[in-house]
T-cell receptor, first 118, second 111 residues
Framework: AQKVTQAQTEISVVEKEDVTLDCVYE???????LFWYKQPPSGELVFLIR??????QNEISGRYSWNFQKSTSSFNFTITASQVVDSAVYFC???????????????FGQGTILTVHP | AAGVIQSPRHLIKEKRETATLKCYPI?????VYWYQQGPGQDPQFLIS???????DKGSIPDRFSAQQFSDYHSELNMSSLELGDSALYFC??????????FGPGTRLTVT
């Protein structure tokens, strides 16, 4: 069974602060993928990043960076110099291959509500 | 670039009525997923289809059914609607790269 835990229910920061969203996962599969999605108030789910279990290289995309540590089963997300437009719910998700096939369901964490104040 | 299309975007139904939600995946995507997101909750997997065959099933009530058609669009049929079915229903599609791209969702309100 897969499980994703986002311990931070809500985070509130002031604009330009850095903020890190934590994600811890559980799976028995050796091949899996980790994702982050952003859900703004409008409701859609916006794909941010995908990481596979064999690639522990950290990634930076503009103000966003991700730290994947297999040893601690964590996939944390940092926003540098936060902006008001970053206010949203952020979901971490896990996908484990269903018997080695090319499809699988996403298991989401509970989400972290990020509010960035001006 | 083309995205996942869902229709309708909003739907209001009364208890015990039926509803049909439609999903048009990104062209050349062979897998479709349905998720249900209740208020303040994370999306929960309902069902998926790969090449028009059901590939996986989650916590989908027996009152719900779904299928994927020859043109790869999918429909989620919901009968005997209950108040608790009020939620945001997402469809997502993917190809072999496993990135699931989500549609804008259908907001179902049952009164």
């Amino acid at each position: 069974a897969q499980k994703v835990t986002q311990a931070q229910t809500e985070i509130s920061v002031v604009e330009k602060e850095d903020v890190t969203l934590d994600c811890v996962y559980e799976t028995r599969d050796t091949t899996y993928y980790l994702f982050w999605y952003k859900q703004p108030p409008s409701g859609e789910l916006v794909f941010l990043i995908r990481r596979n279990s064999f690639d522990e290289q950290n990634e930076i995309s503009g103000r966003y960076s991700w730290n994947f540590q297999k040893s601690t089963s964590s996939f944390n997300f940092t926003i540098t110099a936060s902006q008001v437009v970053d206010s949203a719910v952020y979901f971490c998700a896990l996908l484990a291959r269903a018997g080695g096939t090319s499809y699988g369901k996403l298991t989401f964490g509970q989400g972290t509500i990020l509010t960035v104040h001006p | 670039a083309a995205g996942v299309i869902q229709s309708p975007r909003h739907l209001i139904k009364e208890k015990r009525e039926t509803a049909t939600l439609k999903c048009y995946p990104i062209p050349r995507h062979d897998t479709v997923y349905w998720y249900q997101q209740g208020p303040g909750q994370d999306p929960q997997f309902l069902i998926s289809f790969y090449e028009k065959m059901q590939s996986d099933k989650g916590s989908i009530p027996d009152r719900f059914s779904a299928q994927q058609f020859s043109d790869y669009h999918s429909e989620l049929n919901m009968s005997s609607l209950e108040l608790g079915d009020s939620a945001l229903y997402f469809c997502a599609s993917s190809s072999s790269t496993d990135e699931q791209y989500f549609g804008p969702g259908t907001r179902l309100t049952v009164t």
